[in-house]
C-alpha cells in the first residue's frame, strides 16, 4: 500500500529556518513533490525529487532519501508569506497515481 | 496565460440534483485530474485521464463520472449528489506522465455544498 506522513501543524518566527518532514511507504516510487497552498487557494508546484540528494530553489530546498522512504522541504530566512500548508506528494508508477499527504500547516510569526 | 480554468467557483445545491463542473486547460497538456479536499484528509484522487478518450477510476470515484471527448476540457459529473460529497474539489493537469513525472498545475477550486 501507500502512506505518507508528515506533521499537521508547524510553528515558527520569520526571519528563522524550518524543516518539514516527510516520510513515505510506496512500491513503485517514482518522484515526490512538494506543494504550496495557501488557505483557499490552489496548491501551487515547489519542488520535485526523483534522485537522492538535495535540491535547491531559492530559500527553499527539497531533500530525498529513498532507501528511507525519508523528505524534507526546508524554508530558510522565513517570511509572513510563507504561512501555508506544505504538501508532499509521491508518485508511483505502479499505479501512475499522485498520493498526496494531509499536509503541513505553517504559521510564521513576527 | 497558462492556466486551469474551473466553472463554477462556488455552488450550493439539493441532493439529487444532477451538476457538472467544468474544467479546461490551455497548456496542451496529455494528462488530467479531478481531486477533492476534505478537512484531515488531504487531497484524493477522484478520476484521471492520460490522454482523450482515455479515463481512469482515482482512489474515490464513487458518485462522480468523467469524459474526456477533447483534450482541453475534463467535466465532473455529479449524477446525483449526497451530502457527504459537500467538498473543495480541484482539476489539475499535466504534460504525460511517461517515464518522467511532470508537476501538476492546478485550477483555482470549485467548492460545493450539497444540502
Known amino acids: 500500500g501507500q502512506n505518507i506522513d508528515q506533521p499537521t501543524e508547524m510553528t515558527a518566527t520569520e526571519g528563522a529556518i524550518v524543516q518539514i518532514n516527510c516520510t513515505y511507504q510506496?512500491?513503485?516510487?517514482?518522484?515526490l513533490f512538494w506543494y504550496q497552498q495557501h488557505a483557499g487557494e490552489a496548491p501551487t508546484f515547489l519542488s520535485y525529487n526523483v534522485l537522492d540528494g538535495l535540491e535547491e530553489k531559492g530559500r527553499f530546498s527539497s531533500f530525498l532519501s529513498r532507501s528511507k522512504g525519508y523528505s524534507y522541504l526546508l524554508l530558510k530566512e522565513l517570511q509572513m508569506k510563507d504561512s501555508a500548508s506544505y504538501l508532499c506528494?509521491?508518485?508511483?508508477?505502479?499505479?501512475?497515481?499522485?498520493?498526496f499527504g494531509t499536509g503541513t500547516r505553517l504559521q510564521v510569526f513576527p | 496565460e497558462a492556466q486551469v480554468t474551473q466553472n463554477p467557483r462556488y455552488l450550493i445545491t439539493v441532493t439529487g440534483k444532477k451538476l457538472t463542473v467544468t474544467c479546461s486547460q490551455n497548456?496542451?497538456?496529455?494528462?488530467m485530474s479531478w481531486y477533492r479536499q476534505d478537512p484531515g484528509l488531504g487531497l484524493r484522487q477522484i478520476y484521471y485521464?492520460?490522454?482523450?478518450?482515455?479515463?481512469d477510476k482515482g482512489d474515490v470515484p464513487e458518485g462522480y463520472k468523467v469524459s474526456r471527448k477533447e483534450k482541453r476540457n475534463f467535466p465532473l459529473i455529479l449524477e446525483s449528489p449526497s451530502p457527504n460529497q459537500t467538498s473543495l474539489y480541484f482539476c489539475a493537469s499535466s504534460l504525460s506522465r511517461g517515464q518522467r513525472v511532470h508537476e501538476q498545475y492546478f485550477g483555482p477550486g470549485t467548492r460545493l455544498t450539497v444540502t
Open positions: 510506496t512500491s513503485g516510487f517514482n518522484g
Open positions: 497548456m496542451n497538456h496529455e494528462y
Open positions: 506528494a509521491v508518485s508511483d508508477h505502479n499505479t501512475d497515481k499522485l498520493i
Open positions: 485521464s492520460m490522454n482523450v478518450e482515455v479515463t
